[in-house]
């Protein structure tokens, strides 16, 4: 936390001003203690900076306001971790978190550190710095993963929040109020300045007890899921990390993009280990490459794709040195090549990152990521849980495949060959309300949409032939199946800046598993890859297995084929241990 000399003087200043003052609004005495702690720190003066500190936190306990809290215990954890005292340090980053899921929605937008020395950097960012500064604490890598879910769950509500009017009436009803408790909460500070500091600890239980009603109603109204996303519960580290059970965790959070690079802080688990957390830095044609993922350079033309896997070549064990750290790289070798039981790595990558080819990335020379490992993409952690399904032995798949779309029509073609053959139960729905019927029924196991899609969050739409399509918000409502594949390019990459979106969107309706693109997909290779996986469905496998073997399947060597090719499609499944084969689909349509 750096602060110029001005800055500096002119809070000592003010700090001599109200140290005359006699304090009568607890408030304004706390927020005059976090000035005074702040410039302290900025002076050097950390013992003084750590008494103030501790004096602000001991005024919380007649302030119960969370965004309060969460300031305080943020400029209180970085005088720790600037003291050397990075254990209290970690302990107070987890104390400013504890709360904000009552936030979320807002907390991106309002818990920046106002006022005199205030800074312009988002306060999840700041978290992360002081936890990187207190690695060595045993509990900074599990306070990363709650800072780290902490921000993606703000940042996903406040994205269903702003499509919400795409919702069904009753179901829109029930998140206005949400919204307006969350509102409530955010500004719940302002009493204390009218001398009503007595009424707010009531008024808080009193919206918590609210909240946990709204979600009953919204559980009642569509399902836990959907509960779970828009009105969050709190989080706790070990809880995440109980969900993720015996698989790897790599969560890569990025706080600063500049015009020639990407910064940020991730947090790596190997199983049987404490979770450990690290700075990263892409630069240079690292962060070209990603550049060029996401703004879709890369796959502009055939030409743009070749030169983008020269550029890859020369970059890939760059990037897998920075993303994956070794103690990692380590745990994923550990598996021999192609081996039936391979190790399983969770991923939750925000922003930029959600472009990363993560299966493609090099372990060794002539071994990647995807050769000893599934990859599992999530959009929040708090989202893995589900039980697995005992698999069918012969599924029942409901499509739509779009007239005018050749992948899509080759799509159905292989599908009913196989449901000649007694290997799956294929029903084709060529409308709007015939495949709204068909999910009325509850019955299918496999949701199939070949189909281009649009739009993001509740509004993102699979678009029908001759009629409306059919929006997320709508989905719902609906009885959605348990899997979904949506290999369309880039129905996987609207969720790159705000962790929702189409597979949000499917998660909340009922999904457990959903395939999905990363960029435009090529035709020939990924149609390649879809016949594997269709065929491999009656197997029982889980999704994310049979899309792994994929790719050595039809003959691709990972390590040495373009990732434009094969590496991106995405799987997310929340499923814990054998995932169940049901499966939805979206093609390319190419």
Known sequence: MSRSPADVSEAFRQLSIAGGQPFTDPLADLQMRQVEAAALCADGQLDRAGA???????????????????????????????????????????????????????????????????????????????????????????????????????????????????????????????????????????????????????????????????????????GGTFAELYVPTPIAGTDLLDRCGQDGLLS???????????????????????????????????????????????????????????????????????????????????????????????????????????????????VAVISNATVNRLPLLRLIGNPPAEA????????????????????????????????????????????????????????????????HGLEFEFQLHGERGISSARLLTARVPRTVLAPACYSGADAGSDATGMIAACLAAGATTVLSGLWRLPDGPTGRLMSHIYRRLPSGAALRDIAAAAPLAVGVDPTRVNPLAWAGLMVTDTTTGVASAGVARIPSGE
């Open 392 to 455: 069918p032995t012969r599924p029942a798949l409901l499509g739509y495949f779009h007239p005018r779309l050749a992948g899509a029509q080759r799509e159905r073609q292989l599908l009913t060959r196989m449901h000649e053959s007694g290997e799956v139960d294929l029903t084709v729905a060529g409308s709007r309300d015939e495949l709204l019927d068909e999910l009325a029924t509850g019955r299918h196991d496999v949701l199939i949409l070949a189909t281009h899609g649009r739009g």
């Open 252 to 366: 890569l959070t990025v706080t600063d993009s500049g015009t020639a690079d990407y910064a940020g802080h991730l947090v790596f688990r190997v199983p049987g280990e404490a979770p450990k957390i690290q700075e990263f830095q892409l630069v240079g044609a690292a962060a070209t490459v990603l550049d060029q993922l996401r703004s879709g350079a890369a796959t502009r033309s055939a030409d743009a794709a070749r030169a983008f896997g020269e550029l890859w070549e020369s970059t890939r064990h760059e990037i897998a040195k920075t993303l994956l750290p070794e103690q990692l790289r380590d745990w994923i070798r550990s598996t021999p090549v192609g081996a039936p039981d391979r190790h399983r790595l969770v991923i939750c990558a925000d922003g930029p990152l959600r472009a990363m080819p993560f299966p493609a990335l090099p372990l060794a020379d002539g």
């Open 52 to 222: 103030a500190a501790d004096a602000m936190v001991a005024l919380l306990a007649n302030i119960g306001t969370p965004e309060v809290a969460a300031d305080v215990y943020g400029l209180a954890a970085d005088v720790a971790a600037r003291s050397g005292h990075v254990t209290v340090a970690v302990a107070r980053v987890r104390a400013a978190v504890r709360d904000l899921h009552l936030l979320s929605g807002h907390v991106g937008r309002l818990a920046q550190r106002r006022g005199l020395l205030a800074t312009k950097r988002s306060s999840f960012a700041g978290l992360m710095e002081t936890l990187t500064a207190s690695a060595a604490a045993s509990q900074a890598g599990l306070a990363g993963i709650e800072v780290a879910e902490a921000q993606r769950e703000d940042t996903l509500v406040g994205v269903l929040s702003a499509t919400k009017t795409a919702m069904p009436p009753q179901l829109r009803e029930v998140a206005d109020r949400a919204d307006e408790v969350r509102h409530t909460l955010a500004h719940i500070a302002d009493p204390a300045h009218a001398g009503q500091l007595g009424e707010i600890d009531v008024l808080t239980g009193r919206l918590k007890d609210e909240q946990a009603t709204l979600t009953s109603r919204l559980t009642d109204l569509i």
